[in-house]
């Protein structure tokens, strides 16, 4: 019964160790038997010798399906890769000189990323003479940090980074 594999883990042939741990489909343990008698004992059952544990002496090997061993670790790993959520940095621009409805808008949309989990940078963009005028944007700031402290908490307090202001918030741990 010789079948290619990868190397991902050690199989059939490939094993050389002179002992090896046997356990059996059902999960029983045998004991300790020689590399090719354990091989003859998996080629009789139809399956495949596969090394599950190379850290302990002498190494486990177990008679298994090997195509379906790897099958369940994939779809495993596939599950715990999907339980993973990465933080993303999303970003709300406006300017000092908001409306009142456009505000909102801009804290519906801030909302929205904290509550999925994302952090949020709130920028604050001066053109021209408005410059001059920093600390409305940096008051503007406060209040949406303000408006949004039940959610998230600041991360970063508002910068002046060249003609814009910077603020990250980041959403409360569940």
Same mark, same amino acid.
């Not at 990868?6 to 356990?23: A, C, M, T």
């Not at 944007?137 to 209040?143: D, G, P, V």
């Given at each position: 019964?010789?079948k290619k594999y990868?190397?991902?883990?050690? #199989?059939?042939?490939?094993?050389?160790? =002179?002992? +090896?741990?046997? /356990?059996?489909?059902? %999960? !029983?343990?045998?004991?300790?038997?020689?590399?090719?008698?354990?091989?003859?004992?998996?080629?009789?059952?139809?399956?495949?010798?596969? #090394?599950?544990?190379?850290?302990?002496? =002498?190494? +486990?090997?177990? /008679?298994?399906?090997? %195509? !379906?061993?790897?099958?369940?670790?994939?779809?495993?790993?596939?599950?715990?890769?999907?339980?993973?959520?990465?933080?993303?940095?999303?970003?709300?621009?406006?300017?000092?000189?908001?409306?009142?409805?456009?505000?909102?808008?801009?804290?519906?949309?801030?909302?929205?990323?904290?509550?999925?989990?994302?952090?949020?940078?709130?920028?604050?963009?001066?053109?021209?003479?408005?410059?001059?005028?920093?600390?409305?944007?940096?008051?503007?700031?406060?209040?949406?940090?303000?408006?949004?402290?039940?959610?998230?908490?600041?991360?970063q307090l508002p910068?002046?980074?060249?003609r814009s202001i910077?603020?990250?918030?980041?959403?409360?741990?569940?």
């Amino acid at each position: 019964m010789k079948k290619k594999y990868d190397n991902e883990f050690l #199989v059939n042939e490939s094993i050389k160790y =002179p002992q +090896v741990r046997l /356990i059996d489909s059902s %999960g !029983k343990q045998l004991g300790i038997y020689s590399s090719n008698s354990a091989l003859n004992l998996a080629t009789e059952e139809g399956l495949d010798l596969v #090394v599950i544990s190379d850290k302990s002496d =002498p190494p +486990v090997c177990k /008679i298994i399906d090997y %195509g !379906k061993y790897k099958f369940s670790q994939e779809k495993k790993a596939k599950e715990a890769k999907k339980k993973q959520h990465t933080t993303v940095l999303k970003e709300v621009k406006m300017r000092y000189k908001i409306e009142s409805h456009d505000y909102q808008v801009r804290i519906n949309q801030a909302l929205r990323f904290l509550q999925s989990g994302d952090k949020v940078k709130a920028t604050i963009i001066l053109k021209g003479r408005e410059v001059q005028h920093t600390d409305l944007a940096i008051e503007l700031l406060n209040k949406m940090a303000n408006d949004l402290k039940d959610i998230s908490s600041i991360q970063q307090l508002p910068v002046k980074d060249g003609r814009s202001i910077i603020m990250i918030l980041t959403p409360h741990k569940k």
